[in-house]
């Protein structure tokens, strides 16, 4: 599994607590997938091209196959007599293998965004962790695990 990292270095400090919650669900799923060996999780940044980067990880890692999650969340300020703002996030995953020297992509799936809402608007970087993190929680809880496993099964044959 490899995560694209924000090319934003604030941003990355950001997201950082709120991937572990979703390495740790997603190593779950993968982990109950006999034909599937996890070999680890990495990170890749934008400053290459993702595919050039991602075909050196998976050559130094000696994987033949790679899953490519991107996430990407947005704050809005959106005052109502309840809240204060959303957070909101999308996460993907797109399927790489090697094949005739080169990478191709095998497929994709989304999982289904999901929007929180704030109470209490901040600016602060302890602020956006805690919004992450739970909006993070919220995308682990809800999304399907039947469905993930299926994608994963249908790219590794």
């Known amino acids: 599994m490899i995560f ?11 997201i950082k607590e709120s991937r572990k919650n979703l390495v740790s669900g997603f190593e779950s799923i993968v ?7 996890l070999i680890g999780v990495s990170t ?15 050559d130094e890692q000696g994987s033949n196959s790679s ?10 300020k959106q005052e109502t007599s309840m809240w204060k ?8 995953i797109d399927s790489y293998s090697f094949k005739d020297g080169g990478l191709v992509n095998r497929g994709g799936y989304s999982i289904d965004p999901q929007k929180i809402p704030i ?5 602060s970087s302890s602020f956006k962790k805690k919004n992450l ?8 809880s809800k999304w399907s695990e039947d469905e993930i496993g299926d994608f994963i099964n249908s790219i590794s044959k």
Do not use: Y
Request: a positive charge.
């Open 31 to 37: 982990g109950s997938i006999d034909s599937v060996d």
């Open 67 to 76: 899953l490519l999650i991107m996430t990407e969340w947005e704050f809005q």
């Open 133 to 140: 993190q739970r909006i993070t929680k919220k995308i682990t």
């Open 85 to 92: 703002g959303l957070v909101s996030m999308t996460v993907s």
């Open 4 to 14: 694209v990292k924000e090319s934003d270095r604030k941003r990355e400090n950001v």
């Open 44 to 58: 890749i940044g934008v400053k290459d091209s993702i595919e050039d980067a991602l075909a050196r990880i998976m």
């Open 119 to 123: 109470r209490k608007w901040g600016k």
